[in-house]
């Protein structure tokens, strides 16, 4: 066992790296959750963002316009859940499992040509000054864009929930979407707006599977990071920067029990791969004891005849 | 009742009358079927695309009259793979390969079923009067990984992406750390088990901690090319291809790869089963018979370095030398093979034990 071979600032810089495509994708699912809409088909919507924005990269030559792609085709897919749930009002559990499989369907066929390929690389935001600071710089200031933008989404939806007009009619749609239509306000449009988010969400959390930390394409390659955001914004009680905790906290351990195998410390490698999951549950579900924020009209079918 | 036993017999001969005139028609033909089992897809860059590669080699060289290839990939380890091979068996195959380790009791069951029909199982060591296993001897390939990978490095650390807690892949780490540790003694290995055969996501972010962790060499047993990629975007780290040439991180970091080539042996043993002559068997074979290559050893190396690999190599091929030769001991401290001692096969097939030197222990 020797722990002087982990050192802690490329742990925790590979933290962030491991903890962002489950932080994107789980902020996402956080808004439509608050907008009252349960979408159980993140997890196929990331899958199809990693495939539409690796194929786009690779035939443009272009990360950003990767990523752009990848946001476009979660948020088409997510449409075809919002037609099912809110226009034809479909099942939502159902439709959301639906879209899961239809996704990873889609994106195997998708990527049948483009297994073996190499993206072009991501350029690492390297900041002059601050990328030189010792610890710090190496743990906060050389990552790709993609690990800040994370980052902003999280303060931004915080903000966004909290202060602006649009935050406050967006909760009032997912608590009570009787009230919000009694107000006169569109549930179904801005429905489907929470939703077209979530996908944008969900396909840039899997681009950047494909296109920064692997970076290749293999069929179901976002392996069940899907269903981490889903659980996390539950266990996160909806609030944004628990979300954040909870996706460093499983970013840490998964990137920690690695470190640790590799430092041949005595914790059987078994329990060192389960580590991740089960304290990240474990924490969070000990901090959502207080029971507050799960919006009250969450997974409801909504129709203004009713 | 009567009407119902009378509508169950005449269905009952209907099947059978079917069942007559499909195998009249598999006579006619005169196409030998032959399935297999892939447990990833065929285009993973790694194991199950060698695989069928093999298999379409094999199709090739007998002759698209002569045999008729099915398959299916992406094929759980474990009762689904049992389902896979029982559809297929019905749908007329004569000869069916499982490709992986975990599809081992499952084909012992359908063979159970099928006495007719013949199961080829790769990797494991079960047999019945209708099921062989077949194995290659890759351990013999990691003894020339071992070589190049204890004289490349640097920081004198090599990483290790462990996939499955089963003898083969503990057989390959203790062969690459012998022969590393041979031509470099201060070399140190960290090993890192991902319990899964493929998972690029897992893989990239194993061989990325044991960069991190200051590894310049990254050995793999798991079959996609993410580490490669890894070891390209940290730069000067290398890394070998696995089950496949992954050929497109040549010259570096791939600076050789263990190659697995099938297809002599499907093809020999689909002839064996059209002219009547197919027998279970338990095969093992290494460089020397062919099924386990070495892919080329690139400018990334120095010749020295190349040299001094395929001279073990080539002495491996010849039976001149094997890479489990005495003294050695296990991790314990125990001691296993005296001086000039060679390892028994039974002991190697079943090998969950590391050998002295290396950290950490074999997970159960």
Redesign the interface.
């Known amino acids: 066992m020797d722990f002087s071979s982990i050192n802690p600032a490329l742990l925790l810089a590979s933290l962030m790296v491991a903890s962002t495509a489950v932080l994107i994708a789980a902020i996402g699912e956080l808004i439509v959750e608050k907008a009252g809409v349960l979408n159980l088909g993140v997890e196929g919507m990331m899958i199809t963002g990693a495939i539409c924005g690796f194929i786009v990269a690779v035939t443009t030559g272009s990360p950003l316009l990767g990523f752009v792609a990848a946001a476009v085709g979660g948020a088409v897919l997510s449409l075809l859940f919002g037609v099912l749930t809110q226009l034809a009002l479909a099942n939502q559990v159902a439709s959301g499992l639906a879209l899961t499989l239809f996704g990873l369907g889609l994106s195997a066929l998708m990527g049948q040509s483009y297994v073996g390929i190499k993206p072009p690389s991501t350029p690492k935001l390297d900041l002059p000054l601050l990328s030189d600071i010792p610890f710090l710089g190496t743990v906060l200031f050389r990552h790709d864009l993609m690990v800040y933008v994370g980052i902003a989404l999280v303060a931004a939806t915080w903000a966004f929930l909290k202060y602006a007009r649009a935050g406050l009619i967006l909760k009032a749609v997912g608590e009570n979407h009787e009230a919000a239509h009694a107000l006169g306000y569109n549930v179904v449009r801005i429905r489907f707006m929470a939703i077209c988010f979530g996908g944008a969400c969900a396909g840039l959390g899997g681009a950047y599977i494909s296109l920064i930390r692997v970076p290749q394409w293999t069929e179901g390659m976002t392996g069940g990071v899907g269903w981490i955001a889903l659980a996390l914004v539950v266990f996160a009680s909806w609030k944004p920067w628990r979300v954040l905790l909870g996706a460093w906290l499983f970013g840490g351990v998964t990137v920690l029990q690695l470190n640790l195998q590799a430092a041949g410390i005595a914790i059987p490698a078994e329990y060192l791969s389960m580590s991740p999951y089960l304290i990240t549950i474990l924490v969070l579900v000990i901090m959502s004891f207080d029971r507050s924020g799960a919006p009250a009209s969450l997974g409801r079918t909504f129709h203004a005849s009713q | 009742m009567l009407l119902k036993k009378r509508t169950f017999l005449a269905g009952a001969a209907t099947i059978a009358a079917l069942t007559a005139l499909s195998t009249g028609a598999a006579l006619a033909q005169d196409k030998t079927k032959v399935g297999f089992i892939y447990v990833g897809?065929i285009?993973?860059?790694g194991w199950s695309q060698h695989h069928h590669e093999s298999a379409l080699k094999m199709v090739e060289e007998i002759g698209e009259d002569k045999v008729e290839l099915v398959y299916q990939e992406?094929v759980p380890e474990g009762p689904d793979s049992e389902r896979a091979m029982t559809q297929m068996a019905l749908q007329g195959a004569d000869i069916i390969f499982s490709t992986s380790f975990g599809y081992m009791d499952p084909t012992l069951n359908v063979a159970g079923k099928f006495p007719d029909v013949k199961f080829e199982h790769a990797t494991g060591y079960k047999t019945s009067d209708n099921m062989s296993a077949y194995s290659a001897r890759f351990y013999e390939g990691r003894a020339v990984q071992g070589t190049i990978a204890g004289r490349m490095t640097q920081s004198n650390?090599i990483?290790y992406i462990a996939s499955v807690?089963i003898p083969e892949v503990v057989r390959g780490i203790n062969s690459a750390y012998i022969h590393a540790k041979k031509v470099n003694p201060d070399v140190e290995f960290?090993?890192?088990?991902?319990?899964t055969w493929?998972?690029?996501?897992?893989e990239?972010?194993?061989a990325?901690?044991?960069i991190?962790?200051?590894?310049d060499v990254i050995l793999q047993h798991t079959d996609?090319?993410?580490p490669l990629?890894a070891a390209k975007?940290a730069g000067g780290v290398i890394g070998f291809g696995q089950a496949g040439d992954m050929a497109?991180y040549a010259p570096s970091p791939r600076v050789s790869s263990i190659i697995d080539n099938w297809a002599p042996y499907y093809i020999s043993r689909v002839e064996a089963v059209m002219d009547g002559s197919w027998e279970s068997h338990s095969v093992w074979e290494g460089i020397g018979d062919g099924m386990v290559g070495i892919g080329e050893i690139t400018d990334a190396v120095p010749e020295d370095v190349k040299a001094e690999a395929l001279a073990m190599k080539d002495a491996i091929a010849s039976g001149e030398y094997h890479p489990f030769t005495g003294p050695l001991k296990k991790q314990d401290g125990s001691d296993w093979l005296a001086e000039g001692e060679v390892a028994d096969d039974g002991t190697l097939a079943g090998m969950m034990f590391y050998v002295e030197g290396i950290?950490?222990?074999v997970?159960?």
Do not use: F, H, V
């Not at chain 2, 960290?190 to 319990?195: D, G, S, V």
């Not at chain 2, 493929?198 to 897992?202: G, L, N, R, V």
């Open positions: 897809p285009n993973d860059g992406n650390i990483g807690p960290k090993i890192i088990w991902l319990y493929m998972d690029p996501a897992k990239a972010d194993a990325k901690t044991l991190d962790q200051g590894a996609s090319t993410a990629a975007e497109d950290e950490g222990s997970p159960q």
